[in-house]
């Protein structure tokens, strides 16, 4: 094989860098378990930004929040799930262990930086401090690299706003000085879970371009969770749709908007300002995201799904390969294309059973 090889065939080849495999989040309330993940799978390798998408109440956050080892009782990931970061099973570890990843492996970036500053420190203090706890790094070394790494997010006249608190930033710095604490501890892997949501759309623009400028100086992983699927398409290689609890497409970004197969996607798709809309406003999708309280014994889309039939209420779709060359799966009854009705739902009865279906079809 040649030397020389494309991005694409060096992921095909590659170990992910983080491996989500059947994640099941559920939070045990009075009245109901509620699965908020429901078995959800997906893989980020090096130096990629993937793309988890959905509206409200889907799953996004507790997805972030059980791979960071943050989802506290009442909430609870079962035993079945399995996330490995460099080949590491997280799932076991310990409090103190996890810890440990949180301070060097993965980084995570709030909607809200409030959440990651310390209001009575400077922000300078509050790097150093970070510098210190995962690196070791103290005194003028410190403020020396905290400038650096504040100057690298693009605050001007750095040494001087060390000196800041967190009040004396915009949002926007604020959530620049956020990604420079979170730069100290040298993560492989940056959780963004709505980062520019809060920010107005030029700051929101420039938080983006100064991620993928550090990704591609720091060949930094990104895991970008949004509602807003211009963000998704802006920053993504690779997208996850989610609805209640479970993904329902997976794509290259590419494929995500010019060939979407689900019919959720198409309908976000549409629900974008300006893209359909002409100006009359949001095409928004009626009715809302179920919480699910039950293992899905049927489509959780299907009351709002446009093209439900029958079946829909009646069985869970499995994820059917629909794209030629790189993943692209669609977990829908209206796949795969091409097949009766009937044949599809054996197909998805199938792989529901765990049989080695030949998802290319053998009908055509
Ligand atoms: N601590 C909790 N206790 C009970 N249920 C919870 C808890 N945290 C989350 N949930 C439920 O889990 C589901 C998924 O929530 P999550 O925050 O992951 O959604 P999201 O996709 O991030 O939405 P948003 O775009 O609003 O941030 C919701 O139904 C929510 O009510
Ligand atoms: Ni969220």
Redesign the pocket.
């Known amino acids: 094989m040649s030397r020389e090889r494309t991005a694409e065939s060096v992921r095909d080849e590659g170990e992910p860098l983080l491996s989500v495999r059947n994640l099941q989040t559920v ?1 045990h ?1 009075d009245r109901e378990t ?1 699965r ?1 993940v429901d078995d959800v799978s997906f893989d980020v390798y090096p130096g990629e930004t993937v793309g988890i998408v ?10 972030a929040r059980s791979i960071m080892g943050l989802v506290d009782s ?2 609870e990931v079962l035993a079945e799930s399995s996330i490995r970061f460099n080949g590491e099973e997280l799932t076991s570890l310990s409090d103190a262990a996890y810890r440990d990843v949180r301070g060097s492996g993965i980084g995570m970036v709030f909607q809200d930086p409030q959440q990651s500053l310390n209001p009575v420190y400077t922000i300078g203090n509050q790097i150093r401090e970070a510098l210190e706890i995962n690196r070791g790094i103290t005194g003028a070394e410190a403020t020396a690299e905290a400038t650096d790494l504040l100057e690298s997010v693009g605050i001007p006249d750095a040494k001087r706003r060390l000196d800041e608190y967190p009040h004396e930033f915009s949002g926007g710095m604020r959530q620049r000085a956020v990604i420079a604490m979170m730069l100290a501890c040298e993560p492989d892997l940056l959780i963004a879970d ?1 980062p520019t949501t809060a920010l107005d759309v030029t700051i929101q623009a420039q938080i983006l371009d100064l991620l993928k400028e550090l990704q591609k100086e720091r060949n930094l992983a990104i895991l970008f ?1 949004t ?1 807003d699927m211009g963000v998704i398409a802006d920053i993504s290689d690779r997208v996850n749709v ?1 609805y209640a ?1 479970q993904i329902v497409e997976k794509a290259s970004v590419e494929n995500l908007f010019e060939r979407p197969k689900h019919p959720y996607t198409r309908a976000l798709i549409e629900s974008i300002p300006g893209e359909h809309s002409r100006g009359e406003g949001l095409n928004t999708i009626e009715g809302e995201v179920p ?1 699910p309280n039950a293992p899905a014994d049927h489509c959780r889309f299907a009351p709002r799904c446009p093209q439900a039939f029958g079946a829909c209420d009646e069985m869970a779709p499995q994820h059917i390969d629909v794209g030629e060359t790189v993943e692209h799966t669609a977990a829908c009854l209206l796949y795969p294309e091409g097949e009766t009705e009937t044949e599809r739902l054996e197909h998805h009865r199938a792989l529901a059973s765990g049989e080695d279906v030949d998802t290319e079809g053998e009908h055509r």
């Open positions: 939070f309330t509620i908020a959905g509206e409200s109440g889907s799953g996004k956050s507790v997805t009442p909430g709505e969770i509602h989610m609890g919480t």
